[in-house]
């Protein structure tokens, strides 16, 4: 059958194109949207991670360097208020004690001790005792000013911590120390190197009696370490970064390349359709938009093929008539009895008729798709259009012409439809004419109304000769006619029904004819059933 073959087609293309559930469906956009995402992400992660890992590992190690400091700066500082404590009631530090008790303690290379005492005045220093000799890779020479052409007090230097700026803070950490506060944290050395500082009071009782300071100086060789142990980190990001490059032009740009090279080799070589069967299999947009370029070049492919069909059909159909006029005028002129020449005559006037009826549903049929397209569809009152075209044929019926009755439930709401209200106005009109064409003379035909299922439902009955069986499908193609034996040759074109099927099926509805039954079983007469879906609101 057309409508089942039809509804196959439309099935098959809506589940070609549907996409299936992902898996990653939290994840914002588009599938491949997601992938581009995940993908662009990754190598930032990795090294927002690798980052991370990094900063608390330092902050870590920094934290537990001050704290080691201050576990030491705490014990000497104890045992120089108990050893080297001296006077009554007003207590002094014992420098040379202190200081022989501050050079019992080992201190590491990268490690440095200095007491001071209550005034501030350094007392004692590890280095100092240790006879250790601050010493730094010297920087390259710097060529002279004739050899480099330029001069060298215009070029701006980044400016460079001095010693003196080292001795100000170093004063400033012990003059928080002497106020009984202890002071930990990180400061530039005297040769711009950062430093670990723990500053510890010396109490005995409440009264400050000096400062012992410890510090670090690994602080850059730390950092150094962690930034090299960065370096891998950076290296995976810039590789998936440049994998992730590298897939995302073999599933996207490639993709879209080869589409549009499919494409123009369909424009350029007047092909019928396009196909890419390994892309139409992905299961991402790509696959998605392969598969509505294949439907849609198949779609065009079978309008071309329609409209051919229809040419032929029209050629045929037209070629009847025409050669049926032209026999005639041809023997016109052969035949005296008048008679014979009102016989001859009359043909030609009804040849000339079926031609304008064919020249006119023929035109109809052509522009029914451009009507579709191009009118926006838009809520239509069902009732009250129904209700006008069954008026206008009562107001221009004529005695013995078949009647046309409205039947509408009483006190019912309106039956809206969305869609067209011309095409809408058009299947009636057709299906009217059609119940109209095989009714006996002053019978009438029925036009009902109704809704249910979330369908509304129209009917158009009447009280003729019925439609045999196996042409209730038939009778929906083009230029099919069935006339009963009587009926006048050419009346119809056999396009109104076939047209009314199409307008039923553009606006999501269907069309079908039934045969109305007595009890007995005989035929009483033709219905034919519109179904539209109902609008949601």
């Known amino acids: 059958m057309a409508s089942a073959t039809d509804t196959a087609k439309a099935e098959r293309s809506r589940s070609r194109t549907r996409p299936r559930p992902s898996k990653f469906r939290w994840l914002p956009g588009s599938k491949l949207g997601r992938l581009i995402l995940a993908l662009n992400l990754l190598g930032l992660a990795i090294l927002i991670v690798g980052a991370l890992v990094l900063n608390e590992y330092r902050q870590g190690l920094v934290k537990a360097r001050i704290d080691s400091l201050s576990a030491q700066g705490e014990l000497i500082a104890d045992i120089i208020n108990r050893a080297a404590t001296v006077g009554e009631p007003e207590p002094q530090m014992d420098a040379a004690l202190a200081t022989e008790i501050m050079q019992t303690f080992k201190s590491p290379e990268t490690q440095r001790a200095r007491l001071f005492d209550a005034t501030g005045r ?31 007090d215009l070029i701006p230097r980044r400016p460079e911590p001095t010693a003196a700026d080292a001795e100000k803070a170093l004063a400033q950490e012990v003059s928080e120390a002497l106020k009984g506060r202890r002071w930990s944290g990180m400061r530039r050395g005297p040769d711009g190197d950062r430093v670990v500082s723990v500053s510890i009071p010396i109490r005995h009782v409440k009264a400050v009696l000096g400062v012992i300071t410890l510090e670090a100086s690994d602080v850059d060789e730390i950092i150094a370490s962690e930034r090299a142990a960065l370096i891998p980190f950076i290296l ?34 007047r092909a019928r359709a396009i196909s890419l069967p390994d892309l139409a299999r992905r299961d991402d947009e790509i696959g998605g938009l392969t598969r509505s370029l294949e439907d849609m070049t198949h779609s065009l492919s079978e309008r071309m093929d329609a409209i051919e069909a229809f040419a032929a059909d029209v050629a045929h159909e037209i070629r009847n008539p025409l050669t049926s006029l ?26 000339v008729q079926r031609l304008d009826r064919l020249v006119t549903d023929i035109s109809n049929a052509s522009r029914l798709d451009a009507e579709l397209s191009r009118d926006q569809p838009k809520m239509v009152d069902l009732g009250r259009l129904v209700g006008d075209i069954v008026a206008l044929y009562q107001a221009t019926a004529k005695p013995g012409d078949v009647r046309v009755r409205l039947e509408l439930t009483p006190g019912a709401e309106p039956v809206r439809v969305l869609g067209r209200e011309g095409p809408l106005g058009q299947i009636f009109r057709n299906l009217i004419d059609n119940a109209r064409s095989f009714s006996p003379p002053g019978d009438e035909v029925t036009v009902a109304l109704g809704r249910g299922g979330g369908r509304v439902a129209a009917t158009v009955s009447d009280n003729g000769p019925g439609i045999p069986p196996e042409n209730l499908e038939t009778i929906f193609e083009r230029f099919y006619t069935s006339r009963p034996k009587g009926a006048a040759f050419g009346g119809n074109s056999g396009l109104g029904l076939s047209i009314a099927r199409q307008i039923a099926e553009a606006h999501g509805g269907t069309l079908q004819a039934r045969n109305r039954t007595h009890p007995d079983g005989t035929v009483q007469g033709a219905i034919f059933i519109l179904s539209l879906p109902e609008p949601v609101l």
């Open 326 to 351: 032209r026999s005639a005028v041809e023997t016109l002129d052969l035949v005296h009895e008048p008679a014979a020449r009102d016989r001859l005559l009359n043909i030609l006037k009804n040849d």
């Open 236 to 269: 995976i990001a810039i590789g998936v970064t440049l994998a992730s490059s590298i897939l995302l032009n073999s599933l996207v740009a490639q993709p879209v390349n080869r589409l549009a090279r499919a494409a123009d080799s369909v424009r350029l070589s």
């Open 122 to 152: 350094l007392v004692a220093d590890t280095d100092l005792v240790a006879d250790r000799v601050e010493w730094k890779v010297l920087p390259p020479a710097r060529p002279r000013e004739e050899d480099r052409g330029v001069r060298l």
